[in-house]
């Protein structure tokens, strides 16, 4: 189940890199179908738009943790972790 936590982002108004965001979560999708639903929603959802993310495989996409709840409010299936950087 995703976690909760505070949208600090205006809704669509993205940094360009994701590595500009303190947290980041990977987000894994219960199927393939979830995650293309994810893409199209990239592709239409004018909030979702420009969200930067990276496909890291097994329908598993890292995303700022502020876009997870997001992804709730659109009803997706999936599950997050939260990456941690090593230092």
Known sequence: ??????LNVGRGDWKSNLHAYGGKSAVE????????AFIDMV???TELRHMP??????NTVVVPTEAVPLL????????????RVAT
């Not at 993310?53 to 097994?58: A, L, P, Y």
């Open 1 to 6: 189940m995703a976690e909760s936590c505070e």
């Open 29 to 36: 999708f219960e199927s393939l179908a979830e995650l293309n």
């Open 43 to 45: 592709w239409t959802d």
């Open 53 to 58: 993310r990276v496909h890291v495989g097994r």
């Open 72 to 83: 709730v409010e659109r009803n997706l299936k999936f599950g997050t972790s939260l990456i």
